[in-house]
C-alpha cells in the first residue's frame, strides 16, 4: 500500500476540516435542516397525526392570521420594539459609564468586576426566578422573603408617600415603567460592561499621554479619546443588546410564539417566529446602515 506523502501544511488542513466535520453534521441535522423545515412548516397548515404531522400548504395565510387576525401578537411586537428603543441605549449608557469606572485603579476594583459580571451567570433558571418572584414558595416563604429583597417600585412608594403618586396617570406610568425594569436592565449589562473594557483598556498610552501634555480635561478626554476608540464596540455591543432583548424568553411576542405552539398550531407558530426573526433583522441592518458611518476605526 502507497503511503501518502503530505506536506505539514496539508496535514493540518486535514487535521481542521477532521475537527469541524463533527461541528458541521450537527448544524446540518440539528440547525439547518430543522430551520429549513420551520420555513416551510410556516406556509402549511400543519396537523399532528398519530406517529407523523398533516401538512397541508396555505401559502400566506400563516402570516396573514399572525398580523390581522391574531389579537394579541401585533400588540406585542409593538411592545417589544417600543421597550427595546428605550432600553437600548440606557443599558448601553450605564455599561459604559461602569466600565470606565471599573477601569480606573482602586483597591476591590478585582471585586468590583467581578460584581457586575456575575448576574451573566447567575441569572437564569431559579435564581433568577426567585428575584423576579416567579418561583412558587411551596409553603415555605423562603422565596417570597428573598424577592423582596429586590422589589423595584420603591419609587412609586416614595411618590405615594409624598403625596403626587397619582397627581398624573401619563406621568406615573412613564416612572412607574422605567424603575420597575431596572434590576433586569442593571442585570443585562455584564456582556456589554466587558466589551466595553476590553475597548477601555486597548486605548493606546501614546494617546493618552498626548492628551495629558495638552492640558486636555477628563470631560474633552472622554469625547476626543475615549469615545472614538470605544465606538466599535458601541455598534458591537447595540446589535448584542438588540438580539438579547429580541431573544429573551421573557418578552411577550416570545411568549405568544410558545403559547401558538403549544396549542398545536405549529403552521401558525413557525410564521409568527419567522415574521418575528425577519423584524429582527431588519431593526439591525437599520441600525448597521445608520452608525457604521459614525464609527471611527484606527488606521495601522
Known amino acids: ?12 488542513g486535514l487535521y481542521g476540516y477532521g475537527f469541524i466535520s463533527l461541528w458541521f453534521v450537527g448544524a446540518l441535522f440539528f440547525f439547518i435542516v430543522p430551520v429549513i423545515k ?3 412548516y410556516s406556509f402549511c397548515n400543519v396537523k399532528p397525526e398519530t406517529g407523523y404531522l398533516d401538512k397541508a400548504w396555505v401559502g400566506l395565510a400563516n402570516y396573514k392570521t399572525s398580523f390581522m387576525v391574531d389579537p394579541q401578537f401585533r400588540q406585542l411586537l409593538i411592545e417589544a420594539l417600543r421597550n427595546t428603543a428605550w432600553k437600548t441605549p440606557v443599558i448601553l449608557i450605564f455599561s459604559l459609564f461602569v466600565a470606565i469606572i471599573i477601569n480606573q485603579k482602586f483597591k476591590g476594583r478585582t471585586f468590583a468586576r467581578a460584581v457586575f459580571f456575575l448576574p451573566v451567570i447567575i441569572a437564569s433558571g431559579p435564581v433568577y426566578s426567585i428575584i423576579t418572584g416567579d418561583l412558587s414558595t411551596n409553603g415555605n416563604g423562603s422565596a417570597e422573603q428573598f424577592t423582596t429583597m429586590f422589589e423595584t417600585d420603591m419609587v412609586d412608594k416614595l411618590l405615594e408617600f409624598v403625596g403626587i403618586y397619582g397627581f398624573s396617570t401619563q406621568f406615573t406610568d412613564i416612572i412607574s415603567e422605567m424603575t420597575s425594569g431596572i434590576l433586569n436592565l442593571v442585570w443585562n449589562c455584564g456582556i456589554q460592561i466587558i466589551i466595553f473594557l ?8 501614546a494617546a493618552k499621554e498626548a492628551a495629558s501634555m495638552e492640558g486636555a480635561t477628563a470631560w474633552e478626554f472622554f469625547w476626543k479619546i475615549t469615545l472614538p476608540y470605544v465606538s466599535p464596540m458601541i455598534l458591537v455591543n447595540l446589535v448584542y443588546t438588540v438580539i438579547d432583548m429580541f431573544t429573551d424568553p421573557t418578552n411577550g411576542v416570545m411568549e405568544r410564539i410558545l403559547s401558538v405552539q403549544d396549542e398545536w ?10 415574521s418575528y426573526s425577519g423584524i429582527v433583522l431588519l431593526a439591525l441592518g437599520l441600525i448597521f446602515l445608520i452608525l457604521s458611518k459614525h464609527i471611527w476605526y484606527e488606521v495601522e
Not at 476590553?198 to 498610552?205: C, E, K, V, Y
Not at 398550531?265 to 419567522?274: E, I, R
Open 1 to 12: 500500500m502507497k503511503k501518502l506523502n503530505l506536506s505539514y501544511e496539508k496535514k493540518k
Open 38 to 40: 420551520s420555513i416551510y
Open 198 to 205: 476590553a475597548a477601555l483598556q486597548g486605548i493606546p498610552a
Open 265 to 274: 398550531k405549529y403552521g401558525l407558530s413557525a410564521a409568527m417566529a419567522w
